[in-house]
């Protein structure tokens, strides 16, 4: 799977957008852009995925851009609920008999979320 | 809750001894994978089963082995532990091992003294 940088942290406030950052520059055609989350002492959980077209879903919106070598995660208004490691990953698609599926999800370091209240 | 139930959620042993993880998939997902969590490792995928037949293989040791059974549920058996694989064991179930999200459990901590 291709690589992903993420800043270690960021810290927002609550109630305000925050925009998460994610470089993939070597990124194939291939590759889908996914994002999860692990809050505090629980398992990663699915937030979001796309290609080359923005996304939107009840959690969150995903930006790519137009050259996809990067992407934004998208919390309208972030809730103390958030707070989490957020990890943006690739996945490529791979071509099996019978159809197509993902490569493994594989998790990098992620960028850990502080909302303040 | 994500509808993965993993057990036991904590188990503390001995260096050289040998534990069983157990997972149980969200109803009508047949894929199954496991994930192991440490601090200076991060989460790394260690295998994936689909239907009772291994699929994709990661950083899983000689000294670990799974299996998915006929009704879906999967166990990770670990053996000769050594204090490094102390860690967080997550298992993630999906609905058919090729497309859309996984789904997480809560994991099972283990810890080797």
């Known amino acids: 799977d291709a690589k992903t940088t993420q800043p270690n942290s960021m810290e927002s406030n609550e109630e305000e957008p925050v925009h998460l950052p994610c470089n993939h520059s070597?990124?194939?055609?291939?590759?889908?852009i996914h994002w999860y989350r692990q809050l505090p002492s629980q398992g990663p959980e699915y937030v979001i995925h796309?290609?080359?077209s923005n996304v939107n879903n009840r959690m969150a919106s995903l930006a790519i851009a137009e050259d996809r070598k990067s992407s934004t995660l998208i919390l309208h208004r972030a809730t103390l609920r958030d707070a989490a490691v957020y990890y943006c990953?690739?996945?490529?698609?791979?071509?099996?008999?019978?159809?197509?599926?993902?490569?493994?999800?594989?998790f990098g370091q992620g960028t850990i979320l502080t909302v303040h209240p | 809750d994500s509808g993965v139930t993993q057990t036991p959620k904590h188990l503390i042993t001995a260096t050289g001894q040998r534990v069983t993880l157990r997972c149980s998939p969200r109803?009508?997902?047949?894929?199954v994978y496991w994930y192991q969590q440490s601090l200076d490792q991060g989460l790394q995928f260690l295998i994936q089963?689909?239907?009772?037949?291994?699929?994709a293989k990661g950083n899983i040791l000689e000294r670990f082995s799974a299996q998915q059974f006929p009704d879906l549920h999967s166990e990770l058996n670990l053996s000769s532990l050594e204090l490094g694989d102390s860690a967080l064991y997550f298992c993630?179930?999906?609905?058919?091992?090729?497309?859309?999200?996984?789904?997480f459990g809560e994991g099972s901590r283990l810890t080797v003294l």
């Open positions: 993630a179930s999906s609905v058919d091992g090729f497309t859309g999200e996984l789904f």
């Open positions: 070597t990124i194939s055609g291939t590759d889908y």
């Open positions: 796309g290609l080359t």
């Open positions: 990953i690739l996945r490529d698609l791979i071509s099996r008999a019978g159809g197509t599926s993902y490569g493994k999800l594989t």
């Open positions: 109803s009508g997902d047949l894929s």
């Open positions: 089963y689909y239907n009772g037949e291994e699929r």
